[in-house]
Structure formats: C-alpha cells, structure tokens
C-alpha cells in the first residue's frame, strides 16, 4: 500500500471517546475531548439551568460542569465509582460533562456512520435528539455519535458563565 493510500483510509476513521448514560451507548470526536476525570465535588450555583450541575476548579480554571442525562432528559442516576466527567472543548470554551461510564476510544471507518433517521433527529422522544451528529453501526451495536457544539455552544457557555458571577 503507497503512503498516499495509507493516508486515505487513516482519514477515512472517525476517532472518538465512548461513553454510557444507560443502556445507551455514545460517542465524542476525541480532537474535542480534553481529559476524563473521575467524579469530584461540584459546588452547585444558584439560578442556572436544571442540566448545569455546578463548577469544579480544574488545577486552577473553574469550568462548568453539565450533566448529560438531566440535559437530555433521561432519568437522574445517583453518581457511583464509574461516573466521569468528561472536559471537553467546545468552540474554545472548556466544560466538563456528567456521563455515566467511559467506555474506550473508538476508531469507526466512515461507512459505518449513517445519518440518524428524521423521525430520530428531529423529533425523538428525548431532548437530546437534535444533538445526534450520526449513527455509528458497530460489529454488535449502534453507537450514537454527538455533535457537542449543538448539545451546547458557546452563547449558552457564556450564559452560564454569567450566572456563575
């Protein structure tokens, strides 16, 4: 195989972080995920969204820390020793995200992610619908990868950012 062909099918991959909220099996681009830390005390603050659980000082940068199944509407899970926060980028913004496992670091090839189905992305029966960037199909499972700019951006950052003044 010439260098340029191992070039192709290396582009052809999807790398991305796994992680469970359930049943449910999800998926990041790992170029967007910044660490993954165990669950630490968040201090909670007062009049923000129901999905924004609190902030953490991470070595000295206090981000917020959103919950994942509370912003998409799935049944509350008390925290136990596989929850992890997962620190993210999003558009320059660093936020940590609730999740309730953290699976493995995935490489899809690019034909085993499909188009999530209209009825799915458009009006699914969670509020975390529109945020499915694609439907990946694994060997034993369906895997549903996330858009983190659309789950949240940088307006509603700020926004929190603001209240957490």
Do not use: C
């Amino acid at each position: 195989m010439t260098e340029t062909a191992k070039q192709d099918v290396k582009d052809d991959l999807e790398q991305m972080v796994t992680f469970n909220l359930g049943n449910e099996a999800f998926g990041v681009n790992i170029l967007q995920v910044q660490e993954i830390n165990r669950m630490v005390e968040i201090t909670a603050v007062p009049h923000t969204e129901s999905y924004v659980e609190g902030i953490i000082n991470l070595r000295g940068k206090v981000i917020p820390i959103i919950d994942l199944r509370k912003k998409f509407g799935m049944p509350e899970k008390a925290y136990d020793g596989h929850t992890r926060i997962i620190v993210v980028d999003v558009s320059g913004e660093t936020v940590g995200l609730v999740v309730d496992s953290v699976s493995e670091v995935l490489r899809v090839p690019a034909g085993s992610l499909d188009e999530a189905p209209k009825l799915v992305s458009g009006g699914g029966t969670y509020d975390g619908a529109d945020y499915i960037k694609a439907i990946a199909k694994l060997d034993d499972r369906l895997l549903i990868y996330l858009d983190l700019n659309k789950i949240i951006n940088s307006n509603q950052i700020a926004q929190i950012k603001a209240q957490m003044a």
